[in-house]
């Protein structure tokens, strides 16, 4: 009885592992992703698993806002940030896996009307967008925090169109729930990114901001130290090859590794 009882103890630790690793690999990989991501980044999930990849579990929002959140401990195996800031924010905190991180995609600022808007093309001065506004708002990402206001107001600034835009701004916790104002007709025109106004058929572009007015458009990926998900890093390799590449592109990002 000694024997088998030693022999079953064993085969426990034997297996023990082997389980362990089987239960793993059954994780899915919770992806924290800038909310402009979510049309390309669903696509890129469902490519992935469609190839046999494993499950992708997707919590979009603000970027500055998520990196907070790892920070704070929230269980993310994969970073995707719209700006640096907000991934050198979640570097600082000591959540971002050395080595991983990596410029992956780049984007346009663009202003958006309504699509009934009898706006077709916006000349950015201040005349014209004080007339465009008129009493409505003109809808972005808060200035100070969410990236998509970080760029708006560096472009708005250089442009020397502040001063008229800032009292007149509807400003949201991302750049999704700006454009949602815009097309759902409650801001008379939003600040968003060229590939978020491409995602939604209720809204057309009526003028794009020069690069070189703002900062640019800069999506970094990282992994996180807390991940011990190897199809993180799968995903991750996915999202960088070929086929990745081709679904970014589809839906207007600019491809920059």
Request: glycine residues 8%.
């Amino acid at each position: 009885m000694r024997q088998l009882f030693r022999l079953a103890s064993i085969v426990f630790c034997l297996a023990a592992p082997f389980a362990a690793e089987l239960a793993h690999a059954d994780e899915p990989v919770v992806v924290f992703a800038a909310a402009s991501l979510k049309t390309a980044l669903d696509a890129a999930a469902a490519g992935f698993q469609a190839d046999g990849g494993a499950q992708i579990k997707i919590s979009y929002g603000g970027s500055l806002a998520l990196a907070r959140q790892i920070v704070a401990g929230g269980p993310a195996d994969l970073f995707a940030s719209a700006d640096e800031e907000s991934m050198n924010e979640a570097e600082k905190g000591a959540v971002i896996k050395a080595g991983s991180r990596f410029d992956l995609l780049g984007n346009q600022l663009v202003v958006v009307a309504p699509k009934p808007s009898s706006i077709e093309t916006l000349a950015l001065t201040a005349e014209a967008l004080s007339q465009a506004i008129g009493s409505s708002r003109l809808a972005t990402g808060e200035v100070n925090s969410v990236p998509v206001g970080k760029y708006a107001k560096a472009a708005l600034q250089n442009l020397g169109l502040w001063s008229v835009v800032e009292p007149r701004l509807a400003m949201t916790d991302n750049v999704r729930a700006a454009l949602a104002f815009v097309a759902r007709g409650e801001a008379a025109l939003g600040i968003v990114y060229a590939t978020d106004a491409a995602a939604e058929v209720n809204v057309k572009v009526v003028a794009t901001f020069p690069e070189s007015s703002h900062p640019p458009i800069l999506y970094p990926f990282a992994l996180t130290v807390s991940s011990h998900n190897d199809a993180a890093g799968k995903f991750l390799a996915y999202l960088k090859s070929a086929a990745g590449k081709a679904l970014f592109e589809r839906r207007g990002f600019r491809v920059l590794n």
